[in-house]
């Protein structure tokens, strides 16, 4: 329960002494075995059976929320692109 803010605190003055990238793989792959260590020395399950079936309920409506918005939201990208004067790439290009 108290490793992640140790480590947070033991991995502040070694931040300032690493490169950011060195530094940021180390606190990433810490977290990494942080959590097998959890999964496996914990007889604590990370996803309950209540969870997945919320995910199952609300999947479908965040599915349509999202598709919706996208359709709204898609054709006026170019004009609004243009009002601004960002440029677009990708699928929003215009021909």
């Known amino acids: 329960m108290y490793g992640s803010p140790a480590v947070g605190v033991a991995g502040h003055p070694v931040e ?3 490169d950011p990238p060195v530094a940021a793989l180390a606190v990433y792959r810490t977290g990494v075995l942080g959590s097998v260590g959890v999964r496996k020395g914990s007889s604590a399950t ?6 997945e079936r919320l995910e199952a309920r609300s999947a479908p409506t965040m ?3 999202v ?4 359709v709204a939201v898609a054709p006026a990208a170019p004009a609004l692109a243009e009002q ?3 440029r677009i790439e990708g699928v ?3 021909g």
Do not use: I
Not at 46 to 51: D, I, Q, W
Not at 67 to 70: L, P, Y
């Open 46 to 51: 990370l996803y309950g059976e209540r969870r």
């Open 84 to 86: 601004f004067g960002c």
């Open 67 to 70: 598709g919706a918005v996208f």
């Open 16 to 18: 300032f002494r690493a």
């Open 63 to 65: 599915l349509k929320l």
């Open 92 to 94: 929003f290009a215009p």
